[in-house]
């Protein structure tokens, strides 16, 4: 299995930036990709950005050219640069592994969650 473990989130005024770090442990040769999500109250938890073993990114459009996902595969960390931060970014962010060969029941791994909150 795969241990996710989030850190960065905060209190960040409109326009402002954040970053947000998940560093893996455990079975991460088996992580295909690895994401962000969020879930504001009331809300679905949904994509914001994702990027693959090889590179690959993709982002929610609502987050297109302010955030900027990236990874450091020497430390198995997965990085969320939030730039130009509106109150609709306000939510838990997720940090998100996805390992296809595993069993069905561990093929999705989630971090416990870090709040960002975009507020005068």
């Known amino acids: 299995q795969v241990q996710l473990v989030e850190s960065g989130g905060g209190l960040v005024q409109p326009g402002g930036s954040l970053r947000l770090s998940c560093a893996a442990s455990?079975?991460?040769?088996?992580?295909?990709?690895m994401g962000w999500y969020r879930q504001a109250p009331g809300n679905q938890r949904d994509l914001v950005a994702s990027i693959t073993s090889d590179g690959r990114t993709n982002y929610a459009d609502s987050v297109k050219g302010r955030f900027t996902i990236s990874r450091d595969s020497a430390k198995n960390t997965v990085y969320l640069e939030m730039n130009s931060l509106k109150p609709e970014d306000t939510a838990v962010y997720y940090c998100?592994?996805?390992?296809?060969?595993?069993?069905?029941?561990?093929?999705?791994?989630w971090g416990q969650g870090t709040q960002v909150t975009v507020s005068s």
């Open positions: 455990g079975n991460i040769f088996s992580i295909n990709a």
């Open positions: 998100h592994a996805f390992s296809p060969d595993d069993a069905p029941s561990a093929r999705h791994s």
